[in-house]
RNA sequence: GGGCCUGUAGGGUAGCUUGGUCCAUCCUUUUAGCUUUGGGAGCUAGAGACUUGCGUUCAAAUCGCAACAGGCCCA
């Protein structure tokens, strides 16, 4: 059974890059560094995620809005700890035409210092809030290590909520159900997931306190897919985000923003993969079911009509189907689809047909099941839940047997994934650790934190649990 | 931020050490035609490449420098 050159649990970084071209999703030969081109296949996967963050954002009530790519220099520069974090790796804009710009522009990083100078516009009474929006863009940022894609790009295709609330405590409440989003769409693409606070140094630039959403690849590198941040006023007070109470005094708002990008995709790729490309859930798949005819000179008829009549069946049952009708041979076929990632796929050959029945193979576990024709579209229906159910298992076992609590830093080295260690507070023992351990901190958790065992390297009582992962 | 490696058709490669034998090898791909078709089909005739710039030289895919791009390792 031909399979990619390089097998995933050997050499997990080669087969990623192997896999996302094989597959269809990205071009990397665009010459610039860090800016791939999105196939077609890949680019409706990343709709079909997008489609279901919009779904999210829509019935949490959250606002579509689309904000200027350029920032001019002067609504960059408002918020000191933002500029920090974020000044290395901007792209400028200092000439348009032959003349050079007065002011400069830069290429939104992510879009606070863009959308917050507007939000103080559009925000005057306390009856404007909570003010809910959210965009899907392309940001940019400078990134000098390496790239790699769908992980680390230059481009980034990024979803970013931004929401103003009257108080901390309403913006609390904003963050309670962007971990709710985020379970639920993360559910959708099969993905199990940790929150974790992260430590002060490691937050977002300008934020009061950042939690990130982290997956376990199958390399056992952590991979953050989201982050969520309150900046409580922080924003709020360089860019005069203010409104006027129903008393008639004026406050501040409290701010919080939710992020995400196409590393949701690197995630589905890497978590769900296998050595003969893809595994991609129905819920998100470009195509969910494939239709291979079988077909032998003489019978082409009754294989095609059988094929057209199903496919048109499953359309009308909101399937997302597709008749493989290409002159080759079925075999090639099959290797076609099964490194993009088809979740089913369907043969109907003259023996099918004769039999009235087709012939499926779930694209996880490739063993061909025959089913009646007649029950086809709920057969098929009921494979795919069962193909979500396994991937879901597979990738929470895999979550669940690399998560580790441990009291010393001996026992963190022999552990892989994602390693808990008691933690007294102080960033040199947390620093310490990541040096040992030579990963890095994801944060603490989010829920029972507490833990009063000592500290593994100064002694003193901890005061919660910090986890360390070698991370993307 | 530091170190190491790589760049030849769409993809993978041979040639590079010792410059000339190379209008560049093989596999795959691709076009046309015929025969095929239940796990990568066969035959016939075509198509397609030395990353870019500068330098060394009578002569550069081959040597040197730089840029760009790709990959790996460490902070």
């Known amino acids: 059974m031909p399979e990619t050159k390089v097998k995933k649990?050997?050499?997990?970084?080669?087969?990623?890059?192997?896999?996302?071209?094989?597959?269809?999703?990205?071009?990397?030969?665009?010459?610039?560094?860090?800016m791939n081109i999105w196939r077609p296949y890949g680019w409706k996967l990343m709709n079909n995620v997008d489609r279901l963050i919009r779904d999210e954002m829509i019935k949490t009530n959250h606002e579509?809005?689309?904000?200027?790519?350029?920032?001019?220099?002067?609504?960059?520069?408002?918020?000191?700890?933002?500029?920090?974090?974020?000044?290395?790796?901007?792209?400028?804009?200092?000439?348009?035409?032959i003349n050079q710009l007065e002011e400069r522009w830069l290429?939104?990083?992510?879009?606070?210092?863009?959308?917050?100078?507007?939000?103080?516009?559009?925000?005057?009474?306390h009856t404007d809030l909570p003010l809910k929006t959210f965009q899907i863009v392309n940001t940019f940022r400078y990134e000098t290590k390496q790239t790699r894609a769908f992980i680390r790009v230059r481009e980034i295709h990024f979803f970013e909520a931004h929401t103003c609330h009257v108080d901390f405590e309403d913006a609390e409440r904003q963050i309670k159900e962007d971990k709710e989003i985020a379970h639920r769409l993360l559910q959708k693409l099969c993905l199990p997931y940790v929150f974790s606070k992260r430590p002060e140094w490691d937050k977002f630039a300008g934020a009061y306190y950042t939690i990130s959403i982290d997956v376990l690849m199958s390399s056992g590198r952590t991979l953050q897919i989201g982050s969520i941040h309150q900046y409580r006023d922080n924003f709020a007070k360089p860019y005069e985000i203010s409104y006027e109470t129903e008393k008639g005094a004026h406050a501040f708002c409290h701010q919080t923003t939710y992020g995400m990008s196409e590393r949701l995709l690197?995630?589905?790729?890497?978590?769900?993969?296998?050595?003969?490309?893809?595994?991609?859930?129905?819920?998100?798949?470009?195509?969910?079911?494939?239709?291979?005819?079988?077909?032998?000179?003489?019978?082409?008829?009754?294989?095609?009509?059988?094929?057209?009549?199903?496919?048109?069946?499953?359309?009308h049952e909101g399937i997302r189907s597709h008749i493989d009708d290409r002159e080759t041979t079925p075999g090639n076929k099959y290797y076609d689809w099964e490194l993009k990632g088809v979740p089913l796929r369907v043969e109907i050959g003259p023996k099918d047909v004769e039999k009235n029945e087709l012939t499926m193979v779930r694209r996880d576990i490739s063993k061909k099941k025959s089913v009646p024709l007649k029950d086809a579209?709920?057969?098929?229906?009921?494979?795919?839940?069962?193909?979500?159910?396994?991937?879901?298992?597979?990738?929470?076992?895999?979550?669940?047997?690399?998560?580790?609590?441990?009291?010393?830093?001996?026992?963190?080295?022999?552990?892989?994934?994602?390693?808990?260690?008691?933690?007294?507070?102080?960033?040199?023992?947390?620093?310490?650790?990541?040096?040992?351990?030579?990963?890095?901190?994801?944060?603490?958790?989010?829920?029972?934190?507490?833990?009063?065992?000592?500290?593994p390297v100064c002694g003193a009582r901890a005061k919660t649990w910090m986890r360390f992962a070698k991370s993307y």
């Not at 290429?107 to 009474?125: D, G, K, V």
């Not at 490309?277 to 998100?284: D, N």
């Not at 007294?424 to 065992?453: H, R, S």
């Open 266 to 315: 690197g995630a589905l790729v890497g978590v769900h993969g296998d050595n003969k490309g893809l595994i991609i859930p129905p819920e998100v798949a470009p195509l969910q079911v494939v239709i291979i005819p079988i077909i032998f000179k003489g019978k082409e008829k009754g294989v095609l009509e059988a094929s057209e009549t199903l496919h048109k069946k499953l359309l």
């Open 9 to 34: 649990s050997e050499d997990f970084n080669e087969w990623y890059n192997e896999i996302v071209e094989l597959a269809d999703l990205c071009d990397k030969r665009y010459p610039i560094k860090g």
């Open 64 to 97: 579509e809005v689309c904000f200027p790519l350029l920032i001019p220099e002067s609504f960059f520069k408002k918020e000191e700890e933002h500029i920090e974090g974020f000044g290395k790796e901007v792209f400028w804009v200092t000439h348009a035409g």
């Open 107 to 125: 290429l939104r990083p992510t879009s606070e210092t863009a959308m917050y100078p507007i939000f103080s516009l559009w925000i005057r009474s």
């Open 377 to 455: 579209e709920k057969a098929i229906q009921a494979e795919l839940q069962a193909l979500v159910q396994t991937i879901y298992a597979n990738a929470e076992k895999l979550l669940n047997e690399n998560m580790h609590s441990v009291l010393t830093a001996e026992e963190a080295k022999e552990k892989t994934g994602i390693v808990a260690l008691p933690w007294c507070g102080n960033k040199d023992c947390a620093l310490e650790i990541e040096n040992v351990l030579e990963g890095n901190t994801l944060g603490e958790p989010i829920e029972n934190a507490v833990c009063t065992d000592p500290c």
